[in-house]
């Protein structure tokens, strides 16, 4: 930047960018109708409230169970990568083949 005002422009049309940004990331309520809203966010709500709402019934708030965000992480993670481990064995086990093999 060559000047002051240069740098003044940039800051500027870097907030108005931001500012754009933060319009789109809103996130639409899931019990109120978006009335003043363009057709195609009408849309969109209505499209993506079905999997929204199962989402919101099936998913638990672990924030207000006490649970920090990062344990949870790492138990799914956990079960995620042993899960298939286990199966996988007492599949080879119950087959009868390499029952030697399930079991270690």
Do not use: R
Request: a negative charge; glycine letters at 6%; proline letters at 5%.
């Amino acid at each position: 930047y060559d000047s002051a005002t240069d740098v003044e422009k940039h800051a500027e049309e870097t907030k108005e960018n931001n500012k754009d940004d933060e319009d789109e990331g809103e996130i639409m309520s899931l019990w109120e109708w978006p009335s003043e809203e363009s057709s195609g966010k009408k849309f969109w709500w209505v499209f993506i409230w079905p999997i929204s709402f199962l989402l919101k019934i099936t998913i638990p708030d672990w924030d207000t169970l006490g649970i920090p965000d990062s344990v949870v992480g790492i138990t799914f993670l956990a079960a995620g990568t042993s899960v298939p481990e286990a199966v996988s064995s007492v599949i080879v086990t119950n087959q009868g083949k390499f029952s030697s093999q399930g079991v270690e």
